[in-house]
């Protein structure tokens, strides 16, 4: 059974920084290190979109949206995911969800939500102008 828990979201100005994280269970702890890990967002009345991957390799994968600006790491050893945002725009505010697959996914799926099985429950994001 893999668990996550976000946490670090909260309310920022345009232009301000947030570190999301992302923390699995003792019993999930293997996924840091052979999973295909991933960041998505949904704001009110749109889908769920994918912001950032990383799979067991290290490899990043990016929405257009957010390059520059995002980066995905994860501890192993800590057994966390992050998020880092800088330079936050209004556009960025939603609900941000870590997301899991222990099988992985072919390329075209790395930010998808038919990518991944496994979700935590969400932390708020909200930019103001």
């Known amino acids: 059974q893999v668990q996550l828990v976000e946490s670090g979201g909260g309310s920022v100005q345009a232009g301000g920084s947030l570190r999301l994280s992302c923390a699995a269970s003792?019993?999930?702890?293997?996924?840091?290190?052979?999973?295909?890990l991933g960041w998505f967002r949904q704001a009110p009345g749109k889908e769920r979109e994918g912001v950032a991957s990383?799979?067991?390799?290290?490899?990043?994968r990016y929405a257009d949206s957010v390059k520059g600006r995002f980066t995905i790491s994860k501890d192993i050893v800590g057994n966390t995911l992050y998020l880092q945002m800088n330079n936050l725009k209004p556009e960025d505010s939603a609900m941000y969800y870590c997301?899991?697959?222990?099988?992985?996914?072919?390329?075209?799926?790395?930010?998808?939500?038919?990518?991944?099985?496994?979700w935590g429950q969400g932390t708020q994001v909200t930019v103001s102008s």
């Open positions: 990383i799979k067991s390799d290290g490899t990043t």
């Open positions: 997301a899991a697959q222990p099988l992985g996914a072919p390329p075209s799926l790395e930010l998808s939500m038919r990518g991944y099985n496994y």
């Open positions: 003792q019993t999930s702890a293997y996924i840091y290190s052979r999973c295909l």
